[in-house]
Each structure stands twice: as C-alpha cells, then as structure tokens.
C-alpha cells in the first residue's frame, strides 16, 4: 500500500514562513522523484518543487524560487518544503506527490506522478 502523509499547513500572515513534511511509506518509500504541487479555488494544480531522490537535485517553480527550500530526509522517508516571503498567493491546499520510475522529463507535471497525499491547506492572510 502507497502512502503519503503531509503536515504542517496552516494559518500565516504575509511575509510569515511554513515549513510542510511529507512522509513516504509503502510503495511509496523509495521514491526516484518526489514533488510539491498546490491547488487554489479557480486554478489548475500548479508545480511548486520536486526533488530527485538519489542526488537530490532540485527544481522549483519561478513563483517560488528564492523563497522556498525542497529537502529530503532519507532515514525518515519525508520531503519538506521550507516557504519563506510568504504571500496571499501562495494560498492553497498543497499536495506532496511520489513515483518510483524515472522521469522523461523534468519532474514538474503532475500527470508524471503515481502517488499522491491527501493535501494541506496553507492560507495566507494579507
């Protein structure tokens, strides 16, 4: 059984950090990508970061490049992400996504990924 488990969501104002873990078990324990991806009322699901497993390599959107910190923790099967500079447009429920394959490409399309959690909620008041 694949299970991803987030945490860490929650309530901030602007200019606030949030820091969301992400732990991996089953199937979904040795990952080759895991990824951040969030969802807003009235958008598409959008790529936030991933983060190659093996070397740890990262990828970020532009939207939060600067801001924002993938890592991962190999002992504990979890993937964080550190956002800083918060803004009200980093309001969203954030999911964190895994899969076991190689990717073609990079790991920015949500339709790459096999596993998926259930979502955090992060809002951002101004």
């Known amino acids: 059984q694949a299970q991803l488990v987030e945490s860490g969501g929650g309530l901030v104002q602007a200019g606030g950090s949030l820091r969301l873990s992400c732990a991996a078990s089953?199937?979904?324990?040795?990952?080759?990508?895991m990824g951040w991806f969030r969802h807003a009322p009235g958008k598409e699901r959008e790529f936030v970061a991933a983060?190659?497993?093996?070397?740890?390599?990262?990828y970020y959107a532009d939207s939060v490049k600067g801001r924002s910190t993938i890592s991962r923790d190999n002992a504990k099967k979890t993937v964080y992400l550190q956002m800083n500079s918060l803004e009200p447009e980093d309001t969203a429920v954030y999911y964190c996504?895994?899969?076991?394959?190689?990717?073609?490409?990079?790991?920015?399309?949500?339709?790459?990924?096999?596993?998926w959690g259930q979502g955090t909620q992060v809002t951002v008041s101004s």
């Open positions: 996504a895994a899969d076991p394959r190689v990717f073609p490409t990079a790991p920015r399309s949500p339709t790459l990924y096999r596993y």
């Open positions: 089953g199937r979904t324990a040795n990952p080759y990508y």
């Open positions: 983060i190659k497993w093996t070397d740890t390599s990262t």
